[in-house]
């Protein structure tokens, strides 16, 4: 009896052994759910990223179950063009949208391009839109199967939302100010939808202005940690390449010309750090309801920024630069747990663009890639040494006549300020980032460089040939779908 009682048990192990396997298996081949999380104005200042002074534990947990891109590229800093790039895999030279009003908008002015939430839509994903995704609202909003909007920015002390202070450490939970929101908006729809394939990005906006947490955020730092960042400006810089930083000037409580003082430097980084923990304790809410509700299995997670920003670097801040500060990003992305190649803990140093995630997320999906001048990184990020791209590329205006074009190899930064309609060159810039974001001498034209400034040329001009037509000519393009064989 006993014998036949053993022979039974073991019968049964194999057939619970053989259903696991059968069940991952199955879990594996399934199309993944995808999860973006797209941060707005977030620099390479995170744990992960070797940064002691940021509070960041649930972005890190992230990157330890993940890919971590260390060479990351924003392909223009400021909102709205960057995020109908990630949107459409396009550069923002080949759409022609550059700027944050209508004429930058996509639907507006590219009906036929096949967006991100488009393509999932119609190939079955509900796709979900929450928070700042698109820098209006209202753009593309018809090809999310639901979009809850982003909203305004809240402020609890008196007085501070008719000054609209720049900063507020206000005692209160969470879900007061509008990330909080967005993270509860995320798991409720979590739960609706968790029976369903979908597609999902969650827009925060911290740490955008005006840097708005609850205190206990700021209570995590101390102002006096943190330390003036020179004011130097690189030596013989193209007079244009920086800003006044007029979006900070906006805000109540800091000053209309001139430097912020040494006090007021502290607070602003203090308050943007402060941000930066509160938004990624909402990652770590919807994160946590991705594990409870059993999706974590079968959903990609993708941790991405719009672009970099200053934090009082040259005496500037915001974004809005070629700068390495505004174009440089964090990206993490973390295969579902079911994938048999995924790789956790690793990091890579490979060149890669925001436009690579499209095509990424599409591939992963086993969706027809669209035609963009993005690159799917499946490949690299079941190989994250394997050999990759030689250069990322950004641009950003200044006015209507100049276009600055720029380019890196993940050492150097080569940058053409050029005629916007003739693609004459005006002032050239060249920086070393061997070591540090921060620029310090433009070498540009100096001899012992001469043969760096050659490579990185003759890398610009494969993306922005000097016969280029006007970057005023904005284009009309067709449908960028690819076909199905």
């Known amino acids: 009896m006993a014998k036949q009682i053993n022979h039974m048990f073991s019968v049964m192990a194999v057939l619970a052994l053989s259903m696991s396997i059968t069940v991952h298996a199955n879990a594996a081949q399934k199309q993944p759910n995808i999860v973006v999380f797209l941060i707005d104005d977030l620099r390479v200042d995170l744990g992960t990223y070797g940064n002691n002074d940021v509070i960041s534990p649930n972005i890190d947990k992230i990157a330890k179950q993940g890919v971590k891109f ?39 002015n590219q009906p036929n391009i096949v ?37 305004d920015n809240f402020y609890t002390i008196a007085g501070n939302k008719e000054k609209k202070f720049a900063y ?7 879900d007061f100010y509008k990330d909080g929101k967005v993270a509860i908006d995320a798991i409720e729809t979590l739960k609706k939808v968790k029976n369903d394939k979908f597609l999902m990005v969650v827009g925060f906006s911290k740490p955008h202005l005006p840097f708005n947490a609850p205190k206990k955020y700021w209570d995590l730092y101390d102002r006096d940690q943190f330390s003036v960042p020179s004011r130097n400006k690189p030596k013989h810089m193209y007079p244009l390449a920086l800003t006044n930083w007029n979006e900070l000037r906006m805000y109540g409580g800091i000053p209309k010309e001139g430097d912020t003082s040494d006090e007021l430097t502290k607070t602003l980084i203090h308050a943007y750090y402060a941000s930066v923990s509160y938004m990624d304790a909402q990652v770590g809410k919807v994160m946590r309801a991705i594990n409870e509700l059993n999706l974590r299995e079968n959903t990609m997670i993708v941790f991405m920024s719009d672009h970099g920003y200053k934090l009082g670097e040259y005496g500037a801040w915001n974004k809005h630069t070629n700068m390495e500060l505004d174009t440089r990003v964090p990206l993490i ?14 990091t890579s140093s490979a060149l890669i663009e925001n436009i690579d995630i499209f095509p990424t997320i599409a591939e992963a999906a086993g969706l027809p890639l669209p035609k963009t001048d993005g690159k799917s990184l499946i490949t690299l990020l079941d190989k994250p040494d394997m050999p990759w791209d030689k250069a990322a590329y950004s641009l950003f205006t200044r006015g209507k006549k100049r276009m600055g074009v720029s380019v890196t190899d993940g050492t150097w930064r080569y940058t053409e300020w050029r005629n916007a309609d003739n693609q004459n060159i005006l002032f050239k810039e060249l ?10 001498e433009n070498v540009a034209g100096q001899k012992k460089y001469k043969a760096v400034e050659q490579s990185l040329k003759k890398l610009l001009d494969e993306n922005f040939p000097s016969n280029a037509p006007s970057f005023h000519n904005k284009p009309k393009l067709a449908n960028n779908l690819a076909s199905v064989n």
């Open 115 to 151: 967006s991100m939430p488009q393509l999932f839509k119609e190939n079955g994903y509900q796709t979900i839109s929450i928070g700042k995704v698109y820098h209006s609202v209202t753009d593309d909003q018809e090809n999310w199967t639901t979009h809850i909007k982003k909203l």
């Open 168 to 174: 507020e450490a206000g005692e209160v939970e969470d």
């Open 431 to 440: 920086y070393l980032h061997e070591d540090d974001l921060v620029a310090f």
């Open 70 to 108: 260390t060479k990351a590229y924003a392909q223009q800093a400021i909102c709205g063009p960057s995020r109908v790039s990630i949107m459409t895999g396009l550069r923002p030279e080949t759409t022609g949208l550059y700027s944050i009003d209508r004429a930058g908008r996509l639907r507006p």
């Open 333 to 346: 992305i973390s295969r579902e747990t079911a994938h048999k190649n995924r790789k956790a803990g690793v």
